[in-house]
């Protein structure tokens, strides 16, 4: 593990540059070299007493200009401000003081850098004239790495200060082309120049400002580390600021060499997290949730991928369902915890996000709306992120169903669209967690976009239920435990294969009256052959068993042959596994994988199928006592109207 001598970035340091940074945003000069305009200039007129900010503003977003031009200038606050009606928004204030903070700290980190370099004493002498020949290429290898180290603090810094105003706006920034290497302030009025540009062309309105900043800052860092790369050998001199790391404490902002700070996108999550112990019983789903906690860390950022769906072990959806009271919502607490620990110490970005009930609005089209919002939130892949869907059979509602309101077929529509559509794209950085207490009352085709499923069934042994007693009475008294040892039941592993060997025959009823035939009609399942003829019984036994049945089922075996545990030490130093390359997490992944059997896929079958059967058995009961209520209360209404009459 490589380590990091971590000094703070002093604030005064940083406020030293205000005036600087301030004047860059107000306004200067810049003639493009290496980019082509994409719009005019913004225009400054200076006189005596009168003010430079413009009296009025064009009509066109993004333009804001007057009367009298000059050439090359550079306004990015009036730019921002023109996008207004007179007055700056709250918006276009906060990505102001973004940029305006950002150059500070960039102008800040390249002081230090040229301290610490021995550059300072080069300016200095290259101002009176006396750099000693051999001296030059030093000086300008200085130069250079002075400038990406401030190019790249910049868009570091921005990216992680306009990240909490980050929607679901996107923009397509291209590459920055006006990157200029000859020292740092002509390499800051380089990029805001192209910032200013992009602005002006792009942003239309507040919340695409603020996506062009953002687009911007990342397209900036990755132009800087790739220039950085090629630089390493003999040409820009940057080993102090790759080799050591600062913290702006008033920012909550690490400075670790060419390597992109990640900041949260949309605020804390307010919720009491659960440790995996507090959860009693649910080995399985305890399990999955243990292991899909440390899949979705895997992800990549840089390449925007996950190794795990790359590889096919990753759940993207999966249906928890269970009796009131079981753990549900323990379940979903303990997951987020994990996931808030892991990204915490990994530094990346962590997003939870729950879709529920007081979502669903009576004006049409606005549940879609509010669906549309959490699924592109959830699926923004420049964060870690977690979405449940609680009690969905209330929030969704089934097609057909007459007692549905609008706004839960518009969610319905949605999701099913999300979850499964043409245009799905799973990155492995998400993941949707479905939560039902009737789950028979959700459509079939949106459950059956659950990839997988957690039946949560809550304590069930004798010690499940010694165990939850003493966690829930907690440490106020002196109760003897007795002859058993505490969460000795709920050891995962033990307890998963337990569970996993239970599905080796069917547990529902009508699924076990399919198996009883097909193995009596062909023997032990052993061979892919026989395997199939299960499936057609399943399906002929329950229509709904269709062909996405099978691809759930296919998925849920892949996941585990990825049937091992990423080890904590690689969650608590981001080093040994989240940090590596692409590539390199792919073949260490590769290396930890055990083969399909046939036990898992018949094991597979079993727990699917059995959930599909236990669903529509469960449904068809609800409905039939139902009816027979119906009928009942009919004989009796009839009963007590003949004894009135007569």
């Known amino acids: 593990m490589s380590t990091r001598d971590t000094m703070e970035l002093k604030e005064e340091v940083i406020r030293a540059q205000y005036e600087a940074a301030l004047g860059m945003v107000l306004g200067f000069d810049h003639a493009p070299r290496l980019a082509k305009p994409l719009v005019a200039a913004a225009v400054a007129e200076r006189s005596p007493g009168i003010g430079t900010r413009p009296t009025f503003r064009s009509t066109v977003p993004g333009m804001a200009t007057r009367t009298t031009a000059r050439p090359g200038g550079v306004r990015l606050a009036e730019r921002v401000e023109g996008l207004g009606d007179g007055l700056v928004s709250p918006v276009q204030a906060a990505c102001l003081n973004a940029v305006r903070r950002a150059l500070a700290i960039a102008l800040a980190m390249g002081a230090t850098f040229s301290a610490q370099s021995g550059l300072a004493e080069l300016k200095k002498a290259n101002l009176e004239g006396r750099v000693p020949e051999p001296r030059r290429g030093e000086f300008g290898e200085l130069l250079a790495g002075e400038a990406l180290v401030v190019l790249f603090t910049f868009g570091n810094a921005l990216a992680y200060l306009i990240a909490p105003h980050v929607g679901t706006s996107t923009v397509e920034i291209g590459e920055v082309e006006e990157v200029l290497t000859d020292n740092a302030p002509l390499a800051l009025q380089g990029v805001l120049w192209e910032l200013d540009q992009d602005i002006g062309a792009l942003a239309s309105d507040d919340a695409r400002l603020v996506a062009v900043v953002s687009a911007f800052a ?23 600021f790759t080799g050591a790391s600062w913290k702006v404490e008033a920012d909550g902002l690490t400075i670790a060499g060419f390597k992109p700070a990640r900041a949260a996108k949309g605020g804390m999550i307010a919720m009491a997290f659960k440790q995996p112990h507090e959860v009693v019983g649910n080995h399985i789903a305890k399990y999955q949730s243990l292991r899909l906690a440390k899949m979705l860390m895997a992800y990549d950022f840089e ?43 990994a530094g990346y970005p962590f997003r939870y996000q729950n879709f529920s009930i007081d979502q669903i609005d009576s004006y049409q089209g606005k549940s879609g709306q509010n669906a549309k919002a959490f699924i592109d939130a959830v699926l923004d892949p420049g964060v870690i992120a977690f979405g449940t869907i609680d009690d969905i059979d209330q929030v969704a509602g089934k097609r057909g169903d007459r007692q549905s309101s609008a706004g839960q077929q518009e969610v319905t529509a949605v999701f099913m669209q999300a979850f499964a559509g043409a245009g799905t794209v799973v990155r492995g950085n998400c993941t949707f967690g479905m939560f039902s207490n009737f789950p028979e009352n959700v459509d079939d085709a949106l459950r059956q976009r659950a990839g997988a499923r957690f039946l949560v069934d809550g304590p069930q042994s004798r010690e499940d239920y010694i165990d939850i007693l003493a966690l829930l009475l907690g440490k106020n008294h002196a109760i003897p435990v007795g002859e058993h040892q505490l969460f000795a039941a709920q050891e995962i592993r033990k307890a998963v294969a337990a569970s996993y060997a239970g599905h080796a025959q069917p547990h529902e009823a009508g699924l076990l009256a399919v198996w009883d035939r097909v193995s009596g009609e062909i023997g032990k399942l052993d061979t892919l052959a026989k395997l199939g003829a299960y499936l057609k019984a399943i399906q002929a036994a329950d229509e709904r068993f269709t062909g996405r049945a099978v691809k759930n089922i296919t998925d849920a075996v892949k996941v585990r042959a990825m049937d091992f545990e990423l080890p904590d030490e690689w969650m608590a130093e981001p080093d040994l596994f989240l940090f590596k390359p692409y590539d390199e997490k792919l073949a260490m992944i590769r290396g930890l994988m055990t083969p399909i059997s046939v036990e898992m896929v018949i094991q597979e079958i079993n727990r699917y199928a059995d959930s599909e059967f236990r669903y529509a058995d469960k449904s068809d009961e609800v409905a039939i006592e139902a009816m027979v209520r119906d009928f009942g209360r009919t004989e009796e209404a009839k009963r007590r109207y003949l004894e009135g009459k007569g």
């Not at 132009?223 to 050998?233: G, M, T």
């Not at 996950?306 to 009131?324: R, S, V």
């Open 218 to 240: 990342e397209a900036l860092m990755k132009k800087v580390q790739i220039r950085a790369e090629a630089s390493s050998s003999g040409g820009a001199r940057v080993s102090v």
């Open 303 to 345: 390449r925007r991928l996950n190794p795990f769906a790359e590889l096919g072990g990753f759940i993207f959806t999966f249906m928890g369902d269970g009796k009131p009271g079981t753990g549900k919502t323990t379940l979903i607490q303990m997951m987020a915890g994990l996931l808030n620990d892991y990204c915490k110490v």
